[in-house]
T-cell receptor
Framework: NAGVMQNPRHLVRRRGQEARLRCSPMKGHSHVYWYRQLPEEGLKFMVYLQKENIIDESGMPKERFSAEFPKEGPSILRIQQVVRGDSAAYFC?????????FGPGTRLTVT | DAKTTQPNSMESNEEEPVHLPCNHSTISGTDYIHWYRQLPSQGPEYVIHGLTSNVNNRMASLAIAEDRKSSTLILHRATLRDAAVYYCILRDYTGTASKLTFGTGTRLQVTL
């Protein structure tokens, strides 16, 4: 049973470009969460989605960030017009109910 | 989510037991106690969770105080691979699945 998959593992973008981060949850998991970890800081919740629905987006920045979890395919975290402050590790997690299983993360570097 | 308090860091010798404490004096009756850990350059990893009774699994044991205001994660024989940041997190179980609120955790160093 494959774990949570994230791709790409490393992503480099210039300021102003768009970044798309993908997350494939564990088989059978219908809950997906995105977290961000800035350099030398703790993990911060961003958004919680179920299939085709955003359940909790209280941690999402108001502008430039969006997330989706379509009926088919992976969950996508999209960052438009990236800035240097967006450089961080972005982790996706999936769950059935209680335990969350995390992916290896995507490390975004904005130059 | 109710707040938890953990020591910033702890050290242990390899092959010895490690007791990682967590205080959660404002825990509510519907909060589960969860532990996750994050190894260097990796995503967090679920360790264990419990409500009232002590819990054991292949990774660790969780000892919960009778008044539930504190708990202790026990690694029975620390190895170098257990060096990580350990997070104690409270989650309300009355609703459906919900976000994890990570604090600063305890950085565990394991030495030979």
């Amino acid at each position: 049973n494959a774990g949570v998959m994230q791709n790409p593992r490393h992503l480099v973008r210039r300021r102003g470009q768009e970044a798309r981060l993908r997350c494939s949850p564990m088989k059978g998991h219908s809950h997906v969460y995105w977290y961000r970890q800035l350099p030398e800081e703790g993990l911060k919740f961003m958004v919680y989605l179920q299939k085709e629905n955003i359940i909790d987006e209280s941690g999402m920045p108001k502008e430039r960030f969006s997330a989706e979890f379509p009926k088919e395919g992976p969950s996508i975290l999209r960052i438009q017009q990236v800035v240097r402050g967006d450089s961080a590790a972005y982790f996706c997690a999936s769950s059935l109910r209680y335990e969350q299983y995390f992916g290896p993360g995507t490390r975004l570097t904005v130059t | 989510d109710a707040k938890t308090t953990q020591p910033n860091s702890m050290e242990s010798n390899e092959e010895e037991p490690v007791h990682l404490p967590c205080n959660h004096s404002t825990i509510s009756g519907t909060d589960y106690i969860h532990w996750y850990r994050q190894l260097p350059s990796q995503g967090p990893e679920y360790v264990i969770h419990g409500l009232t009774s002590n819990v054991n699994n292949r990774m660790a044991s969780l000892a919960i105080a009778e008044d539930r205001k504190s708990s202790t994660l026990i690694l029975h024989r620390a190895t170098l691979r257990d060096a990580a940041v350990y997070y104690c997190i409270l989650r309300d179980y009355t609703g459906t699945a919900s976000k994890l609120t990570f604090g600063t955790g305890t950085r565990l160093q394991v030495t030979l």
